[in-house]
């Protein structure tokens, strides 16, 4: 069964450093959204990648993050000068978008990045 | 707006028990909603859905919810808890394609043997 692939599992990073959070979506799957979970609390919507453009963002998604796809199958999160309250699980997730795919959403597992 | 409230942070049940995982929402505009589930260091697995139709539905691990539109609730329930169900359960609503989730703070789920 397809998945949502994330690279790596855990990043460790110090203060002020640029990291780039890679995600493989379904292949077939036209939207794309970055999550972050700070450690014991909800899950929080970052932003929403439609088209080659994004679609939505959330006040937490502010100019030190940036998506891209920067081929046909990956999708990164960057995050140019880390700051403490940056570490956190950040999930991946793609849907199809279409009614077929009942607007799904499709996570993957994951990576966790702790700033230092 | 939309949000999603979970009641309960943690709940434990026997094994064979019944489970009962609260969720209700706030949407200005008819919901999808979903729960999801998160065993320890992996990511969120769809359990099941409501988007139009049924309101009750079936998920996978032998779950279901019942979409309430007067209560706007959506509780998760399975019969009898197996000790393979202690996990994380988010629930989350959303009302078109390609938009966001909005999820509650989750509920984690221990089965007591």
């Known amino acids: 069964e397809p998945e949502v692939t994330q690279t790596p599992s855990h990043q460790v990073t110090q203060m002020g450093q640029e990291v780039i959070l890679r995600c493989v979506p379904i292949?077939?799957?036209?939207?794309f959204y970055w999550y972050r979970q700070i450690l014991g609390q909800k899950v929080e919507f970052l932003v929403s990648f439609y088209n080659n453009e994004i679609s939505e963002k959330s006040e937490i998604f502010d100019d030190q993050f940036s998506v891209e796809r920067p081929d046909g199958s990956n999708f990164t999160l960057k995050i140019r000068s880390t700051k403490l309250e940056d570490s956190a699980m950040y999930f991946c997730?793609?849907?199809?978008?279409?009614?077929?795919?009942?607007?799904?959403?499709?996570f993957g597992p994951g990576t966790r990045l702790t700033v230092t | 707006a939309q949000s999603v409230t979970q009641l309960g942070s943690h709940v434990s049940v026997s094994e064979g028990a019944l489970v009962l995982l609260r969720c209700n929402y706030s949407?200005?505009?008819?919901?999808?909603l979903f729960w999801y589930v998160q065993y320890p260091n992996q990511g969120l697995q769809l359990l099941l859905k409501?988007?139009?139709?049924?309101?009750l539905v079936k998920g996978i691990n032998g779950f279901e919810a019942e979409f309430k539109k007067s209560e706007t609730s959506f509780h998760l329930t399975k019969p009898s808890a197996h000790m393979s169900d202690a996990a994380e359960y988010f629930c989350?609503?959303?009302?078109?394609?390609?938009?966001?989730?909005?999820f509650g703070t989750g509920t984690s789920l221990t089965v007591i043997p």
């Open positions: 409501y988007t139009t139709g049924a309101t």
């Open positions: 989350a609503v959303s009302h078109t394609t390609g938009n966001q989730f909005y």
């Open positions: 997730a793609s849907s199809r978008g279409d009614r077929s795919g009942l607007y799904e959403q499709y």
């Open positions: 949407s200005s505009v008819p919901p999808y």
């Open positions: 292949s077939n799957h036209l939207y």
